[in-house]
Nanobody, 125 residues
Framework: VQLQASGGGLAQAGGSLRLSCGGS????????IAWFRQAPGKEREFVAAIRWSGGSTYYTDSVKGRFTISRDNAKNTVSLQMNSLKPEDTAVYYC???????????????????WGQGTLVTVSS
């Protein structure tokens, strides 16, 4: 599967952005999709993930209550709605996909087989 992330940009603290991860291929719906982010000088960090059915979602603690991940399998799209943005949310955001990942590995970048190119989110204070 090929992934393409979009929707990044500049937002003020407290504002919102919506990221999209578009996927190619008829099997997109079978993949768990995750968002990671990487700030300058830092390691890639797990943000959120959604299972193929959309029924199970997972978030890192720092974004719970502010970010919402969702998917539309008919459109081969996973979205990340980011509200109440903070300057510390500034990073390049990547979407990733895997068809057989287990729950305990969701936060591990090396557990995903496919990656999008990244989209930059900048939050000003």
């Amino acid at each position: 599967v090929q992934l393409q992330a979009s929707g990044g940009g500049l937002a003020q603290a407290g504002g919102s952005l919506r990221l999209s991860c578009g996927g190619s291929g008829r099997t997109f719906s079978r993949y768990t999709i995750a968002w990671f982010r990487q700030a300058p000088g830092k390691e890639r960090e797990f943000v959120a993930a959604i299972r193929w059915s959309g029924g199970s979602t997972y978030y890192t603690d720092s974004v719970k209550g502010r970010f919402t991940i969702s998917r539309d399998n008919a459109k081969n799209t996973v979205s990340l709605q980011m509200n109440s943005l903070k300057p510390e949310d500034t990073a390049v955001y990547y979407c990733a996909a895997d068809s057989s990942i287990i729950v305990s590995s969701l936060s591990r970048p090396d557990a995903y087989d496919y990656w999008g190119q990244g989209t930059l989110v900048t939050v000003s204070s």
